[in-house]
């Protein structure tokens, strides 16, 4: 069974930084992809980043220059480090992780909360 465990999320003031954690386990990952999306309150959720094993990288265009996610494939941990923090980032970032060929193996973690505000 797959099991997503989130951590790094919190209240931060406009400009500031925040690294969010995501540690997989029940599967062997390097066939899957790893990443973040992000809900706000009356918003569809949105893709944030994803990484694949390679170390291939996608990004919204809402984050790019700003946050940076990364993979530790050894642990089956990702990561989102988030620079210059807007109040519009405000969100419930969910981990992701999905086969990248049997699309239909794609998982949730419970989300994790990151507020901008000053």
């Known amino acids: 069974q797959v099991q997503l465990v989130e951590s790094g999320g919190g209240l931060v003031q406009p400009g500031g930084s925040l690294r969010l954690s995501c540690a997989a386990s029940?599967?062997?990952?390097?066939?899957?992809?790893m990443g973040w999306y992000r809900q706000a309150p009356g918003n569809e959720r949105e893709l944030v980043a994803t990484?694949?094993?390679?170390?291939?990288?996608n990004y919204a265009d809402s984050v790019k220059g700003r946050f940076t996610i990364s993979r530790d494939n050894a642990k089956n941990t990702v990561y989102l480090q988030m620079n210059s923090l807007k109040p519009e980032d405000t969100a419930v970032y969910y981990c992701?992780?999905?086969?990248?060929?049997?699309?239909?193996?794609?998982?949730w973690g419970q989300g994790t909360q990151v507020t901008v505000s000053s």
């Open positions: 992701n992780v999905r086969h990248i060929i049997v699309t239909r193996y794609n998982y």
């Open positions: 029940g599967r062997d990952f390097t066939v899957y992809a």
């Open positions: 990484i694949t094993s390679g170390g291939s990288t």
